[in-house]
């Protein structure tokens, strides 16, 4: 045949090409199913994952399950030595409550069962010192705070008070800072409240092991003060023969502020802490691009895998905190794309990146991990595209916020408006006072001098409690923005130039720290 005969088929046959392309498209879209979202935010907000606290035995569950389907997909891994899970360390910390006390005179007050840290990492210190009685509600007067001054301040409350609301932690916050040596609250809670509070405050406090947080030295502060509750009954033992009436304390507990200074009973504070080490998990999954020169960049999809644990009991008594819109909605609809991606004959031109990180709600640590020590070059992730929470709020409506700091805005307009069979449209941030843009893993990667979209639903009253459970997610609406974002990676990942910045968005946000 000819050249130009052969030229003039080509042309013929590129519209059938492109046809079977779109349809092959189109068919991994529909793999992106509302029966299939939810089953995925089921298994990850189940129960039996208590929370997917960071670290815990839920988390590494939750790991150890999306890394299989990763698996299954036929994804490879993305972590060191090609496996799946990358794992960060973090350090704890816990009350060594053999060798931590109160003693008051001949009485020593144990902490568990006389004593609770009131909130915080344990710090190590001794304070001795003589007790100062406070009771009654207000702010301290001039005289008050120069007699709790140096003294161990024991706040007296009313009968029954056993919550600690906003003016008792604002009055223990001002004896603080009048210099007392420590704050202890009292409470009158009966035993399984007082044994409830017990398994939550001394449960070892965790931090990143890295960085200017992690790595601590010994935990000895120069500013030792640490704030207590302390049993009523156990405070009028240390005080029996004192001549000291805590009943009539208590009873004029909603008065004017007193202090009674008890200058006869020298008191010692100790406490020594245990500490450890531990990891958490991210999972990371690749599927290699088909383009020989743009295969070794990579469009990031990321979401986390994590939430708070189990926490205070609500009012139905659940106190697991399933976090089934943040973010096992998100988590889920990255898994969503990635098995639609996986699905297609040709893959995208450029590679695809799927991380899904832990430690979100502890402050960003699994991603901050990643973005410090990635297991792929940094300047090689031409985009981001985070979903954090996604379930939940509008049917036809999802904020993507970061649309104005790059080209990637454009790109999404492009692709929302030429898929309208989504039904899904993506706004700008409607509550930038809330400065969400630095409050999901995609900042990590920001900073980086990724370009980011977020793809968010805003919170609603289920938020951080036991209610954002399985059966509240919209998984119809929630498969949608995953269609969406299974759209919009394509056209990243099938464009001539990797997307770019708006250089005074860059010049703020991008930081080599």
């Given at each position: 045949m000819k050249r130009s005969g052969l030229a003039a088929l080509v042309l013929a046959l590129l519209p059938s090409v492109a046809t079977a392309q779109h349809e092959a498209l189109e068919a991994g879209a529909r793999t992106i199913s509302q029966a299939d979202f939810a089953w995925r935010v089921g298994v990850m907000a189940h129960d039996s994952m208590q929370g997917r606290g960071t670290p815990s035995t839920g988390l590494d569950m939750t790991a150890e399950w999306i890394a299989s389907e990763f698996r299954r997909l036929g994804l490879r891994g993305g972590a060191e030595g090609g496996g799946f899970v990358q794992r960060y360390p973090l350090e704890t910390r816990e009350l060594d409550?053999?060798?931590?006390?109160?003693?008051?005179?001949?009485?020593?007050?144990?902490?568990?069962?006389?004593?609770?840290?009131?909130?915080?990492?344990?710090?190590?210190?001794?304070?001795?010192?003589?007790?100062?009685?406070?009771?009654?509600?207000?702010?301290?007067?001039?005289?008050?705070?120069?007699?709790?001054?140096?003294?161990?301040?024991?706040?007296v409350r009313a009968a029954g008070t056993n919550e600690m609301d906003r003016a008792t932690y604002r009055l223990a916050g001002e004896l603080r800072s009048a210099g007392a040596l420590s704050v202890l609250v009292t409470s009158d809670a009966d035993e399984e409240a007082w044994n409830a509070d017990a398994a939550r405050a001394l449960r070892p406090s965790v931090t990143k092991g890295w960085g200017a947080d992690g790595a601590r030295d010994s935990g000895r502060s120069a500013d030792f003060r640490p704030m207590l509750q302390i049993r009523t009954a156990s405070l009028e033992r240390a005080l029996a023969g004192r001549g000291v009436d805590i009943r009539a304390l208590v009873a004029r507990a909603r008065e004017g502020i007193e202090v009674l200074a008890v200058t006869d009973l020298p008191a010692t504070l100790i406490q020594r802490a245990r500490k450890g080490s531990a990891t958490a998990p991210n999972?990371?999954?690749?599927?290699?691009?088909?383009?020989?020169?743009?295969?070794?960049?990579?469009?990031?999809?990321?979401?986390?895998?994590?939430?708070?644990?189990?926490?205070?009991?609500?009012?139905?008594?659940?106190?697991?905190?399933?976090?089934?819109?943040?973010?096992?909605?998100?988590?889920?609809?990255?898994?969503?794309?990635?098995?639609?991606?996986?699905?297609?004959?040709?893959?995208?031109?450029?590679?695809?990146?799927?991380?899904?990180?832990?430690?979100?709600?502890?402050?960003?640590?699994?991603?901050?991990?990643?973005?410090?020590?990635?297991?792929?070059?940094?300047?090689?992730?031409?985009?981001?595209?985070?979903?954090?929470?996604v379930g939940r709020n509008w049917p036809d409506t999802i904020v993507a916020i970061g649309k104005e700091h790059s080209d990637l805005g454009a790109t999404l307009e492009r692709v929302n408006a030429a898929h309208p069979e989504v039904g899904m449209t993506a706004i700008d941030d409607l509550w930038p006072e809330?400065?969400?843009?630095?409050?999901?893993?995609?900042?990590?990667?920001?900073?980086?001098?990724?370009?980011?979209?977020?793809?968010?639903?805003?919170?609603h009253e289920d938020y951080h409690r036991p209610s954002d459970e399985p059966d509240r997610i919209d998984g119809e609406k929630a498969a949608r923005i995953a269609q969406l974002l299974y759209w919009l990676g394509i056209e990243i990942a099938n464009a001539p130039e990797r997307p770019k910045w708006n250089p005074e968005s860059y010049a703020r946000i991008v930081s080599e720290r």
């Amino acid at each position: 045949m000819k050249r130009s005969g052969l030229a003039a088929l080509v042309l013929a046959l590129l519209p059938s090409v492109a046809t079977a392309q779109h349809e092959a498209l189109e068919a991994g879209a529909r793999t992106i199913s509302q029966a299939d979202f939810a089953w995925r935010v089921g298994v990850m907000a189940h129960d039996s994952m208590q929370g997917r606290g960071t670290p815990s035995t839920g988390l590494d569950m939750t790991a150890e399950w999306i890394a299989s389907e990763f698996r299954r997909l036929g994804l490879r891994g993305g972590a060191e030595g090609g496996g799946f899970v990358q794992r960060y360390p973090l350090e704890t910390r816990e009350l060594d409550t053999d060798r931590s006390a109160f003693a008051a005179g001949a009485a020593r007050l144990a902490f568990g069962a006389d004593l609770l840290p009131l909130f915080g990492s344990v710090e190590e210190g001794v304070a001795a010192g003589e007790i100062a009685l406070v009771s009654g509600s207000g702010g301290l007067g001039r005289a008050a705070r120069r007699s709790v001054r140096g003294r161990h301040a024991v706040l007296v409350r009313a009968a029954g008070t056993n919550e600690m609301d906003r003016a008792t932690y604002r009055l223990a916050g001002e004896l603080r800072s009048a210099g007392a040596l420590s704050v202890l609250v009292t409470s009158d809670a009966d035993e399984e409240a007082w044994n409830a509070d017990a398994a939550r405050a001394l449960r070892p406090s965790v931090t990143k092991g890295w960085g200017a947080d992690g790595a601590r030295d010994s935990g000895r502060s120069a500013d030792f003060r640490p704030m207590l509750q302390i049993r009523t009954a156990s405070l009028e033992r240390a005080l029996a023969g004192r001549g000291v009436d805590i009943r009539a304390l208590v009873a004029r507990a909603r008065e004017g502020i007193e202090v009674l200074a008890v200058t006869d009973l020298p008191a010692t504070l100790i406490q020594r802490a245990r500490k450890g080490s531990a990891t958490a998990p991210n999972v990371i999954g690749i599927l290699d691009g088909s383009d020989p020169d743009l295969r070794n960049e990579y469009v990031v999809y990321s979401g986390h895998m994590d939430h708070v644990g189990v926490g205070a009991p609500d009012e139905s008594g659940d106190s697991i905190y399933n976090g089934a819109d943040d973010d096992a909605s998100g988590t889920a609809a990255v898994i969503e794309v990635a098995e639609a991606l996986a699905s297609l004959d040709a893959a995208p031109r450029r590679s695809m990146l799927f991380v899904i990180v832990s430690g979100e709600e502890q402050g960003l640590w699994g991603s901050e991990w990643f973005s410090e020590n990635p297991t792929l070059p940094l300047s090689a992730m031409v985009a981001n595209l985070n979903a954090d929470m996604v379930g939940r709020n509008w049917p036809d409506t999802i904020v993507a916020i970061g649309k104005e700091h790059s080209d990637l805005g454009a790109t999404l307009e492009r692709v929302n408006a030429a898929h309208p069979e989504v039904g899904m449209t993506a706004i700008d941030d409607l509550w930038p006072e809330e400065r969400f843009y630095f409050r999901s893993d995609h900042f990590n990667f920001a900073r980086k001098g990724v370009p980011i979209l977020f793809f968010f639903n805003g919170t609603h009253e289920d938020y951080h409690r036991p209610s954002d459970e399985p059966d509240r997610i919209d998984g119809e609406k929630a498969a949608r923005i995953a269609q969406l974002l299974y759209w919009l990676g394509i056209e990243i990942a099938n464009a001539p130039e990797r997307p770019k910045w708006n250089p005074e968005s860059y010049a703020r946000i991008v930081s080599e720290r």
